[in-house]
């Protein structure tokens, strides 16, 4: 029974096209053997989107923005979640298919790839219809793999302003601090305890109103970050950023010639610290740096308590 079944399992694998269809499959494994040197290898090639899903090719772009180092992935160390380096060899690698499955929007394609070194390795690419063209869906399952490494990891200047990464929808301090995001990572509605909406625009700082409610204004730099903020009552902040890594350095504030600031960094060992820097009428002093303790996270790393801060944070699922 046992030798049965591996000659079974074996039947299986060699056939070129499990489909009725061998026309059908012949097509596939060309458009695999076409669109399998737009898998990315060191960086996203260019001009490659529209040989992608549009879901697909999002996420990798996502996945891509993402600095490194993020538990080892980031930068172009994510191209091994995806295929040991075709190196640009085009025409010297071989692709042999090995089972090919068709239906009306959907395909998919199992094939050993032989780089020009001798390595083999075995790789499956989703293909979909997309506006009546074969495009890549999926490759070796990755797509489970991108929403997790996004979720857990994305950042952008708006993201870093508020100190959370992935797909965040929404930061609520108990202090009544707030941001809202769109599924880019990009500000929609920012608060303050005095402030209920914000401006990004407007130069002119509104008076505060009957109810005690003003705009509060965001500064940002040429970079895309947010360094200032002021909502009248509540003062001015001032923010810095690690830029390379995308997160926030410094936070502080104050007026006239006196200002705080909490500055926080990493000690020797990677632990996260925070130091006080205070400036008094030019004269700057900075307390030894200790460790951040954080009492609660959530599931993607991001702290929901810290010291006396406390706030609550929502997802895109």
């Known amino acids: 029974m046992k030798k049965q079944l591996i000659a079974i399992v074996a039947a ?8 009725n269809n061998k026309q059908q499959g012949d097509e596939i494994a060309a458009c695999v053997d076409s ?9 996203m090639p260019q001009n490659a989107e529209k040989y992608y899903t549009k879901e697909y090719y999002n996420l990798l772009k996502k996945a891509w923005s993402v600095p490194p180092p993020v538990d080892g992935i980031g930068d172009e160390e994510f191209l091994y979640y995806f295929i040991e380096g075709n190196d640009g060899c085009e025409g010297e690698h071989k692709i042999t298919h090995t089972n090919t499955t068709v239906n009306d929007t959907i395909a998919t394609d199992v094939f050993t790839y032989t780089h020009p070194s001798g390595t083999v390795n075995t790789h499956k690419m989703t293909l979909a219809k997309q506006n009546g063209q074969w495009v890549i869906a999926d490759f070796d399952s990755t797509k489970a793999l991108l929403k997790t490494f996004i979720n857990n990891n994305y950042v952008t200047p708006d993201l870093a302003f508020m100190e959370v990464k992935g797909r965040v929808k929404s930061v609520i301090y108990k202090s009544k601090r707030k941001a809202f995001f769109d599924e880019q990572g990009n500000i929609t509605k920012y608060c303050t ?3 209920s909406t914000h ?7 509104d008076e505060v109103d009957d109810n005690g409610d003003v705009e509060v204004q965001l500064t940002r730099d040429g970079k895309g ?6 909502d009248g009552p ?12 995308m997160r926030l350095t410094l936070r502080g504030g104050g007026d006239g010639g006196y200002w705080s600031a909490a500055k926080f960094g990493f000690d020797a060992e990677g632990y996260p610290t925070v130091s006080l820097v ?3 009428l030019g004269e700057e002093t900075e307390t030894d740096p200790v460790r951040i303790t954080y009492d609660k996270t959530d599931s993607h790393g991001n702290w929901l308590k810290r010291g006396n801060e406390e706030r609550t944070i929502e997802y895109y699922e």
């Open 278 to 280: 205070e400036s008094d």
């Open 12 to 19: 299986l694998l060699t056939v070129g096209c499990s489909t």
């Open 225 to 230: 970050y947010i360094t200032n903020t002021y």
């Open 199 to 205: 401006n990004f625009n407007d130069a002119a700082f």
């Open 193 to 195: 305890e005095f402030s």
């Open 35 to 43: 669109l399998f040197k737009y898998i990315p290898d060191h960086a």
């Open 234 to 245: 509540g003062g001015s902040e001032f923010f810095e950023y690690d830029t390379t890594f």
